[in-house]
């Protein structure tokens, strides 16, 4: 019964998505035209909330946990697991008062309506990856933003999605970077689970009656710790939220 849901919930879940994209594109290019930077980024989490709740419509289950806690006068580095790419908008929607912006490859910066737009106006670092100068170049701006600004930035420190949910090892080389010009920024060890079986198929047919739950786990200071040392304890605690420890 659930695959046959599938088939049929699906198409109505993707419509949704691309019309919402659609839609907020010139959104986005009307308010950052006559209201700027604050005007835009509403929009842009009213698409995100949208595109979240949307997924009620396959019947999740979706919570955010922990966010409550999270400090209102310090700059944050996001550090999450990567599972899909519908990880992106309940970053945007839960953190939306710390403005995050995101690590993310230089491609997702042109061709996708909405999403390309965001990247490149919403202060993000796309990055390419076989251009180490110019990656470190871009981090050490995103770096020094939300050092100025109190924001966040968003960073998947394994790099490419994991497709069955199994959390990669992480690398600490773009934590060391944010750090090093974000040196008062706290590290939110951020767990994504339910994404990977959201998309166990692929994007066709999407799964059925999925429990989507994100949470925020305790925030680290990181002031006088090694990166790499930083960057394996949020690993652990990462896979510990997920059961994932052997």
Not at 112 to 139: C, F, H, M, T, W
Not at 229 to 241: R, S
């Amino acid at each position: 019964m659930k695959k046959i849901l599938s088939y049929i919930l699906s198409p109505i879940y993707l419509l949704l998505f691309g019309l919402v994209l659609g839609i907020f594109h010139p959104i986005q290019v009307v308010c950052r035209w006559i209201g700027g930077y604050q005007l835009r980024k509403k929009s842009v989490d009213i698409m995100n909330y949208i595109l979240v709740y949307g997924l009620t419509i396959l019947g999740s289950r979706i919570r955010f946990k922990g966010f409550g806690q999270l400090p209102q006068n310090r700059p944050l580095i996001i550090v999450s697991n990567h599972q899909s790419t519908f990880d992106i908008p309940p970053i945007v929607w839960g953190f939306r008062k710390h403005r995050p912006k995101f690590v993310s490859k230089i491609e997702l910066g042109k061709g996708i309506p909405s999403i390309s737009y965001n990247l490149r106006y919403g202060g993000s670092a796309l990055i390419d990856r076989k251009n180490p100068r110019q990656a470190v170049v871009e981090i050490m701006k995103l770096g020094k933003h939300i050092e100025k600004e109190n924001y966040s930035a968003s960073i998947f420190p394994e790099g490419t999605r994991s497709k069955d949910g199994k959390v990669k090892r992480f690398q600490h080389a773009g934590i060391a970077s944010l750090l090093k010009y974000a040196p008062s920024a706290l590290l939110v060890p951020f767990v994504i689970d339910g994404n990977s079986k959201l998309m166990e198929n692929g994007y066709f047919p999407l799964s059925v009656g999925t429990k989507l739950t994100y949470t925020v786990l305790p925030a680290i200071d990181p002031a006088g710790r090694d990166p790499k040392e930083l960057t394996k304890e949020i690993e652990q605690k990462i896979k510990e939220e997920l059961g994932q420890i052997d």
